[in-house]
């Protein structure tokens, strides 16, 4: 599962599952999204409060630790300085498990180096593993002055299958848009049926 990602700017980044220590690198990442504020729908207050808090909610998603068939969340790291994060997770009421979900999120300063795309390609993969098996829906929502996110998912095939109308009320009072995106993966063929002759 671990990956090295060349960047655009010609250095090198690893991409591999989360493990607890990661904690404290994460929420820096989070804090530092939601304070650049592109993108985000959360403020400070929602994400874990203390790198403790955090590291208890990574338990679930360490690996091999249990609920692998649910998700995967992976970081992507440069220098051992953790600079981004992806999950996708399984719906887990039993008419939903086909369809999952994925959210991505990079480091203010280290954008546009191509690891959104690694992380996203890494986390696309997850439906071909044994634990994703059977998931041929991928659905995402971002809001819709994201230029770059919905860039990004239109090139890996993500098409816009709804608007949700003033979803999203920015600090200032203003509204904003976001579009509810789903990529449909190719169902499984279908079992070689034998057929008897019946002459
Ligand atoms: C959106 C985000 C995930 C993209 O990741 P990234 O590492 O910055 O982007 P990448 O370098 O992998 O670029 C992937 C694609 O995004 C688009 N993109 C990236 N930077 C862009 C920019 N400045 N302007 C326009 N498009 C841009 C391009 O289509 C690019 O395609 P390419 O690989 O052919 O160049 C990242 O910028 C981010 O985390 N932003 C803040 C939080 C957020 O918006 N998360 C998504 C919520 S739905």
Known sequence: MNRIVQLKNGGQALVRPVVTGDAEGLLEVERAIVRDGRGVVQDLEDLASS??????????????????????????????????????????????????????????????????????????????????????????SVRADNDRAIRLYESLGFHTEGTRRRLVRNPDGSFADDHIMALALPPPPEPLQLVRDQR
Not at 111 to 135: C, F, H, I, K, Y
């Open 51 to 140: 790198v403790e808090e955090m590291a208890g909610g990574l338990q679930e998603w360490v690996s091999g630790k249990h609920s692998g068939w649910q998700g995967m969340l992976l970081v992507a790291l440069i220098s051992d300085r953790v600079v981004g994060s992806g999950l996708i997770h399984r719906f887990r009421p039993g008419r939903l498990r086909h369809v999952a979900q994925v959210e991505v999120g990079i480091h203010p300063d280290s954008q546009a180096l191509g690891l959104g795309r690694a992380l996203m390609d890494a986390l696309l993969g997850w439906p071909e593993t044994d634990n994703g098996s059977g998931v041929l829906r991928i659905e995402l």
